[in-house]
């Protein structure tokens, strides 16, 4: 089965530094990978995904993330943070055919004025 | 926009009571999802459904049980609820086809007492 990873479960930045947050994924063939945001009382926002292709992907709210398939992972950036980023952040993988996320725990971001 | 609404935000309940979570979307979409989430943990998939009538075991389906008796609607149930269901249960829905991305309603907390 795959699996997911997110090894920082709580990350606190300073406005306006940059921020990467790490995600691991155990999958056989290419996945399909996600990054989604949940602001507090919110549901999950996508932020971005890869599927195929240019291994830098860009999503909203000035985001990025690289695809890196040698090291089986797919982490988040974003040169520069603001305060309303503080989130908890959720990468996912699907499997079973596009039926199942699978999650991984989560990253929550802090951040300071 | 896609809406996916659920029928609470919040839920008190009392142990061995039985509780309905309503979901709906406004989007025909095909496949409709419950997930619980909890600290640390992250998103675990609890039912899901790609039809009318039809629903599939996630991976914590013990405890629950799902109906979708209308394409727009899946609720999830539980027959007697107990402490350790105390959660955030999170829907979410997504078209057929190949973008895979899961559109999330807003959440219910549910406190079991």
């Known amino acids: 089965a795959q699996s997911v990873t997110q090894p920082d479960i709580h990350i606190t930045v300073s406005e306006g530094a940059s921020l990467e947050l790490r995600c691991n994924y155990s999958?056989?063939?290419?996945?399909?990978l996600f990054w989604y945001v949940q602001s507090p009382g919110q549901g999950l926002q996508l932020l971005l995904k890869?599927?195929?292709?240019?291994?830098l992907v860009q999503g909203i709210k000035g985001f990025e993330a690289e695809f890196k398939r040698s090291q089986s992972s797919f982490n988040l950036r974003k040169p520069s943070v603001h305060w309303s980023d503080a989130a908890e952040y959720f990468c996912?993988?699907?499997?079973?055919?596009?039926?199942?996320?699978?999650f991984g725990p989560g990253t929550r971001l802090s951040v300071l004025p | 926009d896609v809406k996916v609404t659920q029928s609470s935000r919040y839920l008190v309940k009392r142990t061995g009571e039985k509780v309905f979570l309503e979901c709906v979307q406004d989007?025909?979409?095909?496949?409709m999802f419950w997930y619980r989430q909890d600290p640390g943990l992250g998103l675990r998939l609890i039912y899901f459904?790609?039809?009318?009538?039809?629903?599939e075991k996630g991976d914590i389906p013990e405890g629950y049980s799902v109906s979708r008796e209308k394409k727009e609607r899946f609720s999830l149930i539980l027959e007697s609820a107990s402490t350790n269901q105390t959660s955030m249960y999170l829907c979410?829905?997504?078209?057929?086809?190949?973008?895979?991305?899961?559109?999330f309603g807003p959440g219910t907390r549910l406190t079991v007492t």
């Open positions: 979410a829905s997504r078209p057929q086809g190949l973008s895979y991305e899961q559109y």
């Open positions: 999958y056989g063939a290419t996945p399909y």
């Open positions: 890869y599927f195929s292709g240019d291994t």
């Open positions: 996912a993988v699907v499997e079973n055919y596009g039926q199942n996320f699978v």
């Open positions: 989007m025909d979409h095909e496949n």
């Open positions: 459904s790609y039809d009318v009538k039809m629903k």
